[in-house]
C-alpha cells in the first residue's frame, strides 16, 4: 500500500527533475543568440516598409508621398492632426527605415538604433492606433530589450568596443 502512496510522489520528482533539466538547457544558451535574432526580428520589417518609400536614391516614391501628404494622420487625445512637413516626414522615415535596420543587423550603434526604432514606432502608433497589438507592441518589446541589453558578443558594437557590457 505504501508502494502505491509514493508512486506519484516519485512521477512528480521525475517530472520536477526533467523540467529542471530543460530550463538549464534553455538558460545555457548563449545571451548573444538570442539578441542576434531579436536584431534581426526589428530590422526586417521596417527595411521592407523603408524599401516601399524609395524610388530610387534619395528619390521618395509617390506612394509615401501620398500616404503622408493625404492618408496619415496623428490621431491624439481623440482627434486627427495632419502630419506636419509631410514630406520632410516621409523623407525622414524612409531614411530611418533604412538606415536603422541595418546598423542593428550589424549591431552598430545598436542602442542608438533601437530607441531611433522605438521613437519611429510611437508615431506609427498615434498613425496606426489600431495596430498596437499585433505591431506596435512586439516591435516596441524588440527595440526597447535592444535598447537596454546592447548587441551582444555577435555585434560590431562588441567588436569596436562601443557596446557598453552589463555582466
Same mark, same amino acid.
Not at 538604433?113 to 506609427?124: E, H, P, R, S
Given at each position: 500500500?505504501? /508502494?502505491?502512496? %509514493?508512486?506519484?510522489?516519485? %512521477?512528480?520528482?521525475?517530472?520536477?527533475?526533467?523540467? $529542471?533539466?530543460?530550463?538549464?538547457?534553455?538558460?545555457?544558451?548563449?545571451?548573444? *543568440?538570442?539578441?542576434?535574432?531579436?536584431?534581426?526580428?526589428?530590422? +526586417?520589417?521596417?527595411?521592407?516598409?523603408?524599401?516601399?518609400? &524609395?524610388? =530610387?536614391?534619395? @528619390?521618395?516614391? !509617390?506612394?509615401? $508621398?501620398?500616404?503622408? @501628404?493625404?492618408?496619415?494622420?496623428? %490621431?491624439?487625445?481623440?482627434?486627427?492632426?495632419?502630419?506636419?512637413?509631410?514630406? *520632410?516626414?516621409?523623407?525622414?522615415?524612409?531614411? =530611418?527605415?533604412? +538606415?536603422?535596420?541595418?546598423?542593428? #543587423?550589424?549591431?552598430?550603434?545598436? $542602442?542608438?538604433?533601437?530607441?531611433?526604432?522605438?521613437?519611429?514606432?510611437? #508615431?506609427?502608433?498615434? @498613425? #496606426?492606433?489600431?495596430? &498596437?497589438? !499585433?505591431? %506596435?507592441?512586439? &516591435?516596441?518589446?524588440?527595440?526597447?530589450? *535592444?535598447?537596454?541589453?546592447?548587441?551582444?558578443?555577435?555585434?560590431? /558594437?562588441?567588436? #569596436?568596443?562601443?557596446?557598453?557590457?552589463?555582466?
Amino acid at each position: 500500500m505504501s /508502494d502505491i502512496n %509514493h508512486a506519484p510522489m516519485a %512521477h512528480k520528482a521525475g517530472l520536477g527533475s526533467a523540467i $529542471r533539466r530543460i530550463e538549464s538547457a534553455i538558460a545555457a544558451i548563449p545571451e548573444a *543568440l538570442p539578441l542576434l535574432a531579436l536584431r534581426f526580428a526589428i530590422a +526586417v520589417p521596417f527595411f521592407k516598409s523603408g524599401l516601399t518609400k &524609395w524610388d =530610387g536614391f534619395l @528619390t521618395l516614391s !509617390n506612394g509615401a $508621398r501620398y500616404l503622408f @501628404t493625404q492618408e496619415f494622420s496623428l %490621431h491624439i487625445l481623440g482627434s486627427q492632426y495632419p502630419y506636419p512637413a509631410p514630406i *520632410l516626414m516621409a523623407t525622414l522615415a524612409g531614411i =530611418g527605415e533604412i +538606415v536603422l535596420p541595418i546598423l542593428l #543587423v550589424l549591431g552598430l550603434g545598436t $542602442r542608438f538604433a533601437a530607441l531611433g526604432i522605438l521613437a519611429m514606432t510611437a #508615431v506609427i502608433q498615434l @498613425t #496606426v492606433p489600431e495596430g &498596437w497589438a !499585433n505591431f %506596435h507592441l512586439p &516591435w516596441a518589446a524588440m527595440a526597447l530589450a *535592444l535598447a537596454a541589453y546592447g548587441g551582444g558578443q555577435l555585434s560590431l /558594437d562588441r567588436l #569596436v568596443g562601443l557596446g557598453a557590457r552589463k555582466d
